[in-house]
């Protein structure tokens, strides 16, 4: 028996190298999609007749159903199973990634977008809930911790490039039917590399908690969206976000009474995650912000045609990857804290160097240094913060650990975008009276991408003071490195 369990075990320690390789390229395809339809849309409006109001619901409904039924699903996936979750969820997603790559009407791309989304919900919790499991040991989870935070963060640059890459050079209707290669690949070989894993447990699924949490999040996420295209006086968005205000509040009281909760507030009290999750908030609400104004301001003043924005974006994803390289090294050698503080201060002033970008400046000397310099900080954070947020999660929460941590991903992206663009664009409205276009749009650019700045010196602040002594071995009970 000994002989037969330790052959086993050595079996599966042999194949996680594979198995994380796949669900890194499924996460790259996830969150690629996330914005890959950024530099097609006005082809999009052209050749499908959308509208203005309809063609924001391009991006809008996959943001809509990923953000709204992570926590679901996270915790699904911990008592169904996550391998089976996130084989569904891949499924789902290719299947709605050739609907809209094959689709004809405006409401058939529109509903494809939403059921990839609910399938990017199922599979990405899942996912990162199987890597936490694989790698339990705290060296292993942090480096793969930090190809997965990296893969995610090339996705989103990723995005934009292949965006503009394949809408210039063949069709947008490719930038949804490259996902089949890799949603097929995935289905096939995953269950020949993970077993199947699930809370040892058996606990029934909080109903009542699920549908209050599950409905807070999507008037959210609808909300800001709505507070985004609209502004934040319209009752479209003012009603959608009280009532998620207070659907979180029943939430809370429910889950405090409840014998088996969806999520236990003795999870989200956890400090180290809590801050984790909290310094998450903040940089997703400045990168995503970033990443949509930067573009914006590539194409709208310094005149970039959409392949060549797309182009521009690359030297982003290579810093992306040496900050990837650096960080779990970093988390490994200094602590948790030090590699969290450097890299959230990095980003902060490459996006200062990035508020200074005016019309007349080349990419070289004007976009290409503070790009660089934020996307090293990405590549260093994003692991790190990965890790922390999933420290002290077991075979019983690990999908509802990653599961909140994707959830603070999307609403902070959301938040972002809703706030700072709709900032920027007052800005650049109040000085266009005065009659310099161009002049008008790089102030609003640029207050909006020196509050980014300001978001991360926030985050900076709070993991400083509350997140621990910064060693990793002193930070918290189940992040102590091994002592010879």
């Given at each position: 028996?000994?002989?037969l369990t330790t052959?086993?075990?050595?079996k599966a ?6 198995a994380?390789v796949?669900?890194?390229?499924v996460?790259f395809?996830?969150v690629l999609?996330?914005n890959?339809v950024?530099v ?8 499908l007749g959308?509208?203005?109001?309809g063609l ?12 709204g039924?992570l926590?679901l699903?996270?915790r ?15 499924a789902l997603?290719?299947?709605a990634s ?7 009407e405006?409401w058939?791309?529109?509903?494809g977008?939403?059921v990839?989304?609910a399938g990017?919900?199922m599979?990405?919790?899942a996912?990162l809930a ?8 705290t060296e292993e989870r942090?480096k793969?911790?930090g190809?997965w ?5 090339l996705?989103g640059?990723?995005g934009?490039?292949?965006s503009?890459?394949l ?9 949804f039917l490259i996902?089949l290669?890799v949603?097929l690949?995935a289905l ?8 199947e894993?699930?809370a040892?447990?058996?606990?029934r699924l909080?109903v ?6 599950t409905?807070a999040?999507v008037a ?12 934040w ?6 009603g959608?976000l009280v009532?998620?205000?207070l659907l979180a509040v029943?939430?809370l ?5 409840t014998a ?8 989200l009290s956890?400090?180290f ?11 997703s609400?400045a990168?995503y912000?970033?990443a949509f104004?930067?573009m914006l301001?590539?194409?709208?003043v ?6 060549a924005?797309?182009l521009a ?13 650096l ?5 490994i050698?200094l602590?948790m804290?030090?590699t969290?503080v450097?890299g959230?201060?990095?980003s902060?002033?490459?996006l200062?160097l ?5 019309p007349s400046?080349g ?6 240094p503070?790009?660089l310099l934020t996307?090293?900080g990405?590549?260093?954070s ?5 890790v ?5 999660t077991t075979?019983?929460?690990?999908g509802l650990g990653?599961?909140v941590?994707s959830?603070?991903?999307?609403v ?8 700072l663009?709709a900032?920027a664009?007052?800005?650049s409205?109040a000085l266009?009276a ?13 207050l909006?991408l020196t ?6 010196a926030?985050?900076?602040v709070?993991i400083?003071a509350l997140?621990?002594?910064g060693?990793?071995?002193d930070s918290c009970p189940?992040?102590?490195?091994p002592r010879?």
């Amino acid at each position: 028996m000994t002989l037969l369990t330790t052959a086993a075990t050595a079996k599966a320690v042999g194949r996680r190298g594979p198995a994380l390789v796949v669900l890194c390229f499924v996460q790259f395809m996830l969150v690629l999609d996330d914005n890959v339809v950024s530099v097609a849309l006005p082809t999009l409006r052209d050749d499908l007749g959308f509208g203005t109001a309809g063609l924001a619901w391009v991006v809008n409904a996959y943001f809509l159903a990923f953000g709204g039924l992570l926590l679901l699903f996270g915790r699904m996936a911990d008592l169904l199973g996550r391998r089976r979750v996130f084989l569904t969820g891949v499924a789902l997603f290719g299947t709605a990634s050739l609907v809209c790559g094959l689709a004809q009407e405006p409401w058939q791309l529109v509903g494809g977008r939403f059921v990839q989304g609910a399938g990017a919900a199922m599979a990405s919790p899942a996912a990162l809930a199987l890597i936490a499991l694989l790698f339990p040991g705290t060296e292993e989870r942090t480096k793969a911790f930090g190809l997965w935070g990296g893969i995610a963060g090339l996705g989103g640059t990723a995005g934009l490039v292949i965006s503009g890459a394949l809408t210039g050079l063949a069709s947008w209707r490719w930038i949804f039917l490259i996902n089949l290669p890799v949603a097929l690949a995935a289905l096939v070989l995953l269950p020949r590399l993970v077993p199947e894993s699930r809370a040892e447990r058996a606990v029934r699924l909080d109903v009542p908690g699920a549908v209050l949490g599950t409905g807070a999040l999507v008037a959210l996420v609808y909300g800001l969206l709505r507070a985004g295209e609209t502004g934040w006086g319209d009752t479209a968005a003012v009603g959608p976000l009280v009532l998620a205000v207070l659907l979180a509040v029943a939430f809370l009281v429910v889950e405090s009474r409840t014998a088996e909760p969806l999520v236990p507030l003795s999870f989200l009290s956890f400090r180290f995650r809590a801050v984790a999750n909290g310094a998450t908030l903040l940089f997703s609400a400045a990168m995503y912000a970033m990443a949509f104004l930067l573009m914006l301001h590539l194409q709208t003043v310094l005149g970039y045609r959409p392949l060549a924005a797309g182009l521009a974006y690359l030297p982003y994803g290579g810093g992306i990857l040496a900050g990837m390289w650096l960080s779990s090294r970093a988390v490994i050698r200094l602590g948790m804290r030090p590699t969290l503080v450097i890299g959230f201060l990095t980003s902060a002033a490459g996006l200062l160097l990035l508020s200074g970008v005016a019309p007349s400046d080349g990419y070289a000397s004007g976009v290409l240094p503070g790009m660089l310099l934020t996307s090293l900080g990405c590549g260093l954070s994003l692991p790190a913060l990965t890790v922390a947020a999933l420290t002290g999660t077991t075979e019983e929460d690990a999908g509802l650990g990653s599961a909140v941590l994707s959830s603070v991903q999307q609403v902070g992206g959301a938040v972002g975008v809703a706030v700072l663009v709709a900032l920027a664009t007052r800005r650049s409205e109040a000085l266009a009276a005065q009659g310099d276009a161009a002049h008008a749009a790089t102030e609003g650019f640029s207050l909006a991408l020196t509050v980014t700045a300001v978001l991360l010196a926030l985050g900076v602040v709070l993991i400083a003071a509350l997140l621990g002594s910064g060693r990793s071995g002193d930070s918290c009970p189940e992040a102590r490195r091994p002592r010879g």
